[in-house]
């Protein structure tokens, strides 16, 4: 019953709509239409992995100092020009400036959206906010994968399905800035 809650609901939506487009098809992309050997996009993949184990902690701790609203606005926007550069910068350097942004802000939202359930309700009812917006995560990437790869069916191509995660990671962002989380209301 908790606007906020419903407001970090769509905004988890649209990160699990966006990222799971880009871990999904990063490699069959670089592969099908950059020319990448399975295995030269499969080590840029794993270089990612690495470099992104500390998304998390990097962007909570902005998002502690600057606010959840910021801190989930920063990621967004970086990722917004993560997919956009992966899908329209046909070359080595566009490939590998995305998969910089990517391992920089990877799993950073999620440990921003665990803060934020603790702000809007509480720590006591926090788990219940976080499983709650869990929910539309899940759906977010559910619709991913099927949205782009009927696009790469239809198209012939990925290009657009990176653009469609760029808009939703922008959309994101936009949604992060008319966050209005209050103290939290004691049950």
């Known amino acids: 019953r ?4 419903w407001h970090l609901a769509l905004i988890y939506t649209l990160f ?4 799971i487009i880009y871990v999904t098809f990063f490699v069959r992309y670089l592969n099908w239409e950059a020319g990448f050997s399975i295995e030269s996009a499969g080590r840029l993949w794993s270089i990612v992995g690495a470099l992104s184990i500390a998304s998390g902690f990097i962007w909570g701790t902005f998002s502690d100092r600057a606010g959840r609203r910021y801190g989930l606005a920063a ?3 970086l990722q917004f020009a993560c997919y956009l550069v992966f ?3 046909k070359a080595v350097p566009g490939y590998c400036l995305s998969a910089f ?6 799993w950073s939202i999620p440990a921003i959206m665990a803060a934020a359930a603790g702000d ?7 788990p219940a906010a976080l499983g709650f917006i869990t929910l539309f995560f899940g759906i977010g990437q559910l619709a991913g994968p099927f949205v782009a790869g009927r696009i790469a069916d239809t198209q012939g191509s990925y290009t657009m399905a990176f653009v469609i995660a760029a808009l939703a990671s922008l959309a994101g962002g936009l ?3 008319m966050l209005r989380i209050r103290k939290p209301v004691h049950h």
Do not use: D, P
């Not at 908790?2 to 809650?5: D, G, I, K, M, Q």
């Open 87 to 89: 899908g329209v910068w």
């Open 75 to 77: 990621v967004f926007i």
């Open 120 to 126: 809007v309700l509480g720590a006591r009812l926090a």
């Open 175 to 177: 949604l992060s800035l």
């Open 101 to 106: 942004l990517f391992a920089l802000t990877a």
């Open 2 to 5: 908790t606007f906020e809650v």
């Open 16 to 19: 699990g709509f966006s990222y």
